[in-house]
C-alpha cells in the first residue's frame, strides 16, 4: 500500500471534564480529499489543532511523510507543509490583500513581488483577486480566498479547511471546489471539516467519523447516504424537522421604507428595506455575509434606534426602542456573533441566561436578582436544547461554538416571544442538532409566533421559511413564497443580481 501523508495513532487530549480525543487513529493520503465528520463537541477542533501544533497531545504520535512529526507551534507545521483556513477570518479590514498576506510570511518578499506572486497564484486556481484592494472592501467569499492564497503561497502537502462553504453562494461553492479538486489533481492533500453533507458526498474521497472524541467509523461519501452519515455521528436515527399546517394572522412586525447609514467604514448602509412578517409566519432573508445582515438585526433588535414609526410591532411605533424595551413587548433576538454579542464570553451560562432573559422570565423583582430561578431556566435551556456542558456553572467560552449556539437559540426561544429574529441560527451545528433547532423554529411558529430568519444556509431557508427575500449590498427585494424557488433564482439574488426580478414560473 502507498505510504499514507499523515498518519494519526492514538491521538488523546483531555481537558478538566472532558476527553476531547480520545486514541483517535486514522491516515491521509497523498492527493486525497478527506472529511472529518463530528457532532458539535465531538473533538473535531481538537484533532486539527492538534495537527496545525495549536495544542500538543497528552498520548499517541503524528507520522508525516514516514516521520515522526510533533509541530510545537504552527509555525513548525508550516515549515513541515501543513497550512490551515480557519473557519473565521483572520484578516484586518484597513489592510490591502497583499498586506495581510505578508503579515502571515516569516520573510515577505518585496510587496510589488508579492503581489505578483498572488496575482499568479490566484488565477492559476481560479480565485483571481487584486492583490491592491483593500480587504474592508471585500466581500466575505474574496475574504477566503484571500485565507486560501495565503496558504497555497506555502505551497502545502496537506490543506486543512474549517466549514469553508459556510459564507458562499451556490455559484461561489462550485469555484471553490474546482479549486480543492486542481489542488487534489496535483497531489495535495485537504483534510476537510462541514456539517454540509451533500458536499462531503460530492467532494470528499474519505471520510472519518468522530464521535464523543472517538474514531467510531470510516466511510466513503459517494456510497454512503447524507442520512447515514449523519446517523454514524449521532449514534441515533435522525429526526427531520416537520412542518405542521399554520393559520397565519395578522401583521405582527413591519419595517417601512427604512434606510439607516453604514455604522462604520466597513459596515453596510440599508437602503429603502420594506419587510412585514405575520404571526404564524417565518420570513427568511438571504444573503452572503457583509450585505447588511447584522444592521438588519441591529435595527430589529432595538441595538440601532430609528425614527419611531420606521419599525412597527402590532402596529405600535416601536423605532424609538432599545432592546430592553422591546424584550418586554415580546421582540427577541439572537444575533450572529454568538461568543461576545449574544454571550458574554468569560460569564457563566446562568449569567448569561439572566441578561436576556431578566424581562422575560421574572428573574428579577424589586432590583434584586434571583439566582436561584436563572439556574433552573439555564438548566432547562441545556436540557432542552441538549448543550453540552458540565452545567450552568461554566462560562460560555468553554463550550464549543456549536453549543453555544444550540444554547443562546435556546434561551431565546424558551423565552416564547411573540417576535424572534435570528441571525444564522444553525450556523456550525452538526446535522442533528441542526434539525431540532429549525424544529423549535418551526414549532414556536407554529404556537403563533412571527420569526425573522436571517441566513446563508440556503437549504435552510427553504426547508422552515413560508417566504424569501435576498439581501444584497443593503438592499432587500420583495419577499416571494418560498414554494417554488429554485437555488439558483435564489443564489443569483444573494450573489447582486441587483434590479433583478426573477421570473414568476
Given amino acids: 500500500m502507498t505510504q499514507p501523508l499523515l498518519s494519526l495513532q492514538g491521538l488523546t487530549k483531555a481537558y478538566p471534564g472532558v476527553v476531547a480525543n480520545d486514541a483517535v487513529s486514522f491516515d491521509i493520503g497523498a492527493g486525497e480529499v478527506h472529511a472529518l465528520l463530528g457532532e458539535n463537541g465531538a473533538g473535531k477542533s481538537t484533532l486539527v489543532k492538534m495537527i496545525y501544533g495549536l495544542v500538543k497531545p497528552d498520548?499517541?504520535?503524528?507520522?508525516?511523510?514516514?516521520?515522526?512529526?510533533?509541530?510545537?507551534?504552527?509555525?513548525?507545521?508550516?515549515?513541515?507543509g501543513i497550512a490551515m483556513v480557519f473557519q473565521h477570518f483572520s484578516l484586518f479590514d484597513a489592510l490591502n490583500v497583499s498586506e495581510n498576506i505578508a503579515l502571515g510570511m516569516e520573510n515577505p518578499p518585496p510587496m510589488r513581488d508579492l503581489a505578483e506572486r498572488i496575482r499568479a497564484v490566484s488565477e492559476t486556481y481560479g480565485l483571481p483577486l487584486d492583490p491592491f484592494r483593500t480587504v474592508g472592501d471585500l466581500s466575505a467569499g474574496e475574504r477566503q480566498r484571500v485565507e486560501i492564497i495565503r496558504c497555497l503561497l506555502q505551497d502545502p502537502k496537506l490543506l486543512i479547511m474549517d466549514e469553508p462553504t459556510s459564507v458562499l453562494t451556490p455559484q461561489e461553492v462550485d469555484i471553490l471546489?474546482?479549486?480543492?479538486?486542481?489542488?487534489?489533481?496535483?497531489?495535495?492533500?485537504?483534510?476537510?471539516?462541514?456539517?454540509?453533507?451533500?458536499?462531503?458526498?460530492?467532494?470528499?474521497?474519505?471520510?472519518?467519523?468522530?464521535?464523543?472524541?472517538?474514531?467510531?467509523?470510516?466511510?466513503?461519501?459517494?456510497?454512503?447516504?447524507?442520512?447515514?452519515?449523519?446517523?454514524?455521528?449521532?449514534?441515533?436515527?435522525l429526526q427531520t424537522p416537520a412542518r405542521a399546517d399554520r393559520d397565519l394572522g395578522p401583521v405582527a412586525l413591519e419595517i417601512s421604507d427604512l434606510s439607516v447609514p453604514a455604522p462604520s467604514a466597513f459596515g453596510t448602509a440599508l437602503k429603502a428595506v420594506n419587510l412585514s412578517v405575520r404571526k404564524g409566519e417565518i420570513l427568511g432573508i438571504g444573503g452572503v455575509a457583509g450585505n447588511g445582515q447584522d444592521e438588519l438585526l441591529s435595527v430589529l433588535s432595538g441595538e440601532t434606534p430609528t425614527a419611531a414609526a420606521a419599525v412597527q410591532m402590532h402596529g405600535e411605533a416601536?423605532?424609538?426602542?432599545?432592546?430592553?424595551?422591546?424584550?418586554?413587548?415580546?421582540?427577541?433576538?439572537?444575533?450572529?456573533?454568538?461568543?461576545?454579542?449574544?454571550?458574554?464570553p468569560d460569564m457563566s451560562l446562568t449569567e448569561n441566561a439572566m441578561l436576556t432573559a431578566a424581562a422575560r422570565k421574572g428573574l428579577v423583582q424589586k432590583g434584586f436578582l434571583k439566582w436561584g430561578l436563572a439556574t433552573e431556566f439555564a438548566e432547562k435551556v441545556i436540557a432542552s436544547f441538549d448543550v453540552r456542558t458540565p452545567g450552568p456553572q461554566n462560562a460560555a467560552r468553554s463550550l464549543s461554538g456549536g453549543n453555544l449556539q444550540k444554547f443562546v437559540i435556546g434561551r431565546e426561544v424558551l423565552q416564547q416571544p411573540d417576535v424572534l429574529v435570528v441571525n444564522q441560527p444553525t450556523w456550525g451545528v452538526d446535522?442533528?442538532?441542526?434539525?431540532?433547532?429549525?424544529?423549535?423554529?418551526?414549532?414556536?411558529?407554529?404556537?403563533?409566533?412571527?420569526?425573522?430568519?436571517?441566513?446563508?444556509?440556503?437549504?435552510?431557508?427553504?426547508?422552515?421559511?413560508?417566504?424569501?427575500?435576498?439581501?444584497?449590498?443593503?438592499?432587500?427585494?420583495a419577499p416571494r413564497p418560498t414554494a417554488g424557488l429554485s437555488v439558483d433564482e435564489i443564489g443569483l439574488m444573494m450573489g447582486g443580481a441587483h434590479g433583478m426580478e426573477v421570473a414568476h414560473v
Fill in 59 to 80: 498520548s499517541g504520535r503524528m507520522v508525516l511523510r514516514g516521520q515522526a512529526y510533533a509541530p510545537s507551534e504552527p509555525r513548525q507545521a508550516r515549515a513541515d
Fill in 177 to 237: 471546489f474546482q479549486t480543492l479538486q486542481k489542488l487534489r489533481a496535483e497531489g495535495t492533500s485537504i483534510l476537510y471539516i462541514s456539517h454540509k453533507l451533500e458536499e462531503i458526498r460530492t467532494l470528499c474521497d474519505h471520510a472519518t467519523i468522530l464521535r464523543l472524541g472517538r474514531n467510531v467509523g470510516e466511510c466513503i461519501p459517494a456510497e454512503t447516504s447524507a442520512r447515514d452519515m449523519a446517523e454514524m455521528m449521532v449514534g441515533t436515527a
Fill in 318 to 344: 416601536i423605532g424609538h426602542l432599545g432592546p430592553v424595551a422591546r424584550r418586554h413587548l415580546g421582540l427577541l433576538a439572537a444575533p450572529e456573533e454568538r461568543l461576545g454579542h449574544a454571550a458574554a
Fill in 431 to 477: 446535522a442533528a442538532a441542526a434539525a431540532a433547532i429549525r424544529q423549535s423554529l418551526l414549532d414556536l411558529a407554529a404556537a403563533g409566533a412571527a420569526i425573522v430568519c436571517i441566513s446563508q444556509d440556503l437549504d435552510e431557508l427553504m426547508e422552515i421559511a413560508d417566504r424569501f427575500a435576498a439581501l444584497n449590498e443593503g438592499r432587500l427585494t
